[in-house]
Structures are given as C-alpha cells and as structure tokens.
T-cell receptor
Framework: DTAVSQTPKYLVTQMGNDKSIKCEQN?????MYWYKQDSKKFLKIMFS???????INETVPNRFSPKSPDKAHLNLHINSLELGDSAVYFC????????????FGPGTRLTVT | AQSVTQLGSHVSVSEGALVLLRCNYS??????LFWYVQYPNQGLQLLLK??????LVKGINGFEAEFKKSETSFHLTKPSAHMSDAAEYFC???????????FGSGTRLQVQP
C-alpha cells in the first residue's frame, strides 16, 4: 500500500518520442506536484494541482503537459523528447497547498538517447 | 523571493561523530523551513519542519534543527552518526507567494566506519 506511486520507474527512449509518466496517491491529499531532479541532484518544481486545478506552472517548456483526471492522480506527458529532458521526475502530494509535508514518490528516471 | 543555501555539497563524518549540515535562508517574512532526506534511488522523506512554534525542532531518526533568526540559519544536527544516515539532505523553504517549496542544492552525507 504505497502512499505515492509512480510508473514507470525507468524510462529509456529516443529523442523526438512522446512519453507519459503516471502518478497516484492513496493518502486522500488534495494537492499533487511534479518535480524534476537533474544530474546534480538539484530539485525544481514543475507543476502543482489542487483538487484537479492547476496551481503552479513554472517556466517549463510547453512540451510538458500535466493532466489530473481526479485528485488522486497526476500524470505527466512529454512531447518531442530532448536530450536535456533526461532527469529523475518525482511526483509528490500534500494535504493542501500550504506549508504542509509533502510525500514523495520513488521517482521515474527518464533517459533520452 | 525566498531561498535557501546549503553550505558544503559533501560532508564526511565517522560513525558516532556529530553530524552538522548547514542551511541559511533568505526571507523577508517568517519562513517555513524544512529538511528532507533522500536515500539512494528513493524519493524524499521529511525529517523535520519549522513553523515558528519552537526554535529547536526535533525530527525523525534523532535529527534536530535550530532556527536562528539572527543568523538566518536552520542547521541540521545529529549527535552520533550511523552508517544508515548516509544520504542526500535537502533544506527547503516554503514560498507563500508561489505556494511552493524551494530546495537547496543538497548535501551528501558520507559516514565512514
């Protein structure tokens, strides 16, 4: 009964392809996030959703499109993958949009060749 | 804008020695500060959180951090390191304007036997 789960754990693909990463949380939280962690371990928020509504949309290329079908799921679709998209992508959730503890998924390591 | 700076990208201690990981913050308002830990190939886990209730905050696994406004610091300490403490540690500040966490660059803790 993993709290925040992501699939797949590893994703290797070629430049130009389109791929999706799925995230699900069973904590009953209202807010979900996507983070990108680069090769130097630097973590940066990409998006956040609260109750299926987009709250944060950082300066991310519009090739990245989040989708929240319900408040327990937040998927990330990436079009026309580029080498620079290689990173670990983390999904997280929290009770609400305030300064609450965020629970992180195990990450998806994306490698673009 | 609120930010955190972690001094020292790598810290190495002997098992049983004091652990001190440094974090300084920049904020024009009372900050919400966090320490997260990331074990190899895993997501982040909350160690502790400062919300102005008490300047000394105790967390999990024997860690604690002290909020010092005069020094704009929130350093993480543990009296006696265990091998299992080897991980990447991230300091973070919650930005009320952005409604998002801003993470520091991380500090890798190595524990030598």
């Amino acid at each position: 009964d993993t709290a925040v789960s992501q699939t797949p754990k590893y994703l290797v693909t070629q430049m130009g392809n389109d791929k999706s990463i799925k995230c699900e949380q069973n904590l009953g939280h209202d807010t979900m996030y996507w983070y990108k962690q680069d090769s130097k371990k630097f973590l940066k928020i990409m998006f956040s959703y609260n109750n299926k509504e987009l709250i944060i949309n950082e300066t991310v290329p519009n090739r990245f499109s989040p989708k929240s079908p319900d408040k327990a799921h937040l998927n990330l679709h990436i079009n026309s993958l580029e080498l620079g998209d290689s990173a670990v992508y983390f999904c997280a959730s929290s009770r609400a949009t305030g300064a609450n503890e965020q629970y992180f998924g195990p990450g998806t390591r994306l490698t673009v060749t | 804008a609120q930010s955190v700076t972690q001094l020292g990208s790598h810290v190495s201690v002997s098992e049983g020695a004091l652990v001190l990981l440094r974090c300084n913050y920049s904020s024009s308002v009372p900050p919400y500060l966090f320490w997260y830990v990331q074990y190899p190939n895993q997501g982040l886990q909350l160690l502790l959180k400062y919300t102005s209730a008490a300047t000394l905050v105790k967390g999990i696994n024997g860690f604690e951090a002290e909020f010092k406004k005069s020094e704009t610091s929130f350093h993480l300490t543990k009296p006696s390191a265990h091998m299992s403490d080897a991980a990447e540690y991230f300091c973070a500040v919650f930005s009320t304007g952005r409604r998002a966490l801003t993470f520091g660059s991380g500090t890798r803790l190595q524990v030598q036997p």
